[in-house]
C-alpha cells in the first residue's frame, strides 16, 4: 500500500507541475512567469525524489507479510 501512495504522489506531483507551466505561460509579469517556473523545478525535483525511493529496492516493502 505504501508503493501506491507514492505513485499517487508522483502522479500529483506531474499534474502540478503541468498547471504550473500553463501558468507561467500565461503570465504576464514576472512574478506569474517565475514564479510558475519555479513551482514547475520544485515538482519535477519532488517527484525525481519519489521515484528514487520508489525504485531504491532497499526490500523494505511493507507489502509483504
Do not use: E, P
Not at 519519489?50 to 525504485?55: G, I, K, M, P
Request: proline share 0%.
Amino acid at each position: 500500500m505504501d508503493q501506491i501512495s507514492k505513485v499517487g504522489i508522483v502522479f500529483l506531483l506531474g499534474i502540478f507541475a503541468i498547471l504550473s507551466l500553463i501558468v507561467a505561460a500565461g503570465g504576464h509579469h514576472n512574478f506569474q512567469y517565475w514564479s510558475g517556473l519555479g513551482f514547475f523545478v520544485a515538482c519535477i525535483l519532488l517527484a525525481f525524489y519519489a521515484v528514487r525511493h520508489l525504485t531504491s529496492g532497499h526490500g523494505k516493502h511493507s507489502d509483504h507479510h
